[in-house]
């Protein structure tokens, strides 16, 4: 909404950020030992995933204050940014949390 408002379509790669994100989770997720029922600690590789995916979080809030910092977008548009992915990550994860499944072992 903050490219077709303000006619500046640099905001748009913010949505690339949405996509990857949970990408190294389900990459690095795999590789992690999940084989290993006796043991608690997933791995290195997983905490690889983990960092990856904190590191695309961030840059999804960050990117739009450096555009605009930087003048290439509008702080109207930065704020509309901002607010539309905390809108997209709140979704998913009240999503997650209300359909995760905890056993009663």
């Given at each position: 909404m903050s490219?077709?408002?303000?006619?500046?379509?640099?905001?748009l790669?913010?949505?690339?950020?949405?996509?990857?994100a949970p990408?190294?989770?389900?990459v690095?997720?795999?590789?992690a030992?999940r084989?290993d029922m006796m043991?608690d600690?997933?791995?290195?590789i997983?905490?690889a995933?983990?960092?990856?995916t904190?590191?695309?979080?961030?840059t999804?809030?960050?990117?739009?204050?450096v555009?605009a910092?930087a003048?290439?977008?509008t702080?109207p548009?930065?704020?509309?940014?901002?607010s539309g992915?905390l809108?997209i990550?709140g979704?998913?994860?009240s999503?997650?949390?209300f359909?995760?499944?905890?056993?009663?072992?």
């Amino acid at each position: 909404m903050s490219c077709a408002l303000y006619g500046n379509w640099w905001p748009l790669f913010v949505v690339a950020t949405y996509v990857l994100a949970p990408l190294p989770n389900a990459v690095f997720g795999r590789y992690a030992g999940r084989d290993d029922m006796m043991s608690d600690y997933q791995g290195g590789i997983a905490d690889a995933g983990y960092f990856l995916t904190g590191l695309m979080i961030i840059t999804g809030f960050c990117l739009p204050i450096v555009l605009a910092h930087a003048g290439v977008i509008t702080v109207p548009a930065m704020i509309m940014s901002i607010s539309g992915g905390l809108l997209i990550y709140g979704t998913i994860i009240s999503y997650s949390r209300f359909f995760s499944e905890e056993e009663d072992f």
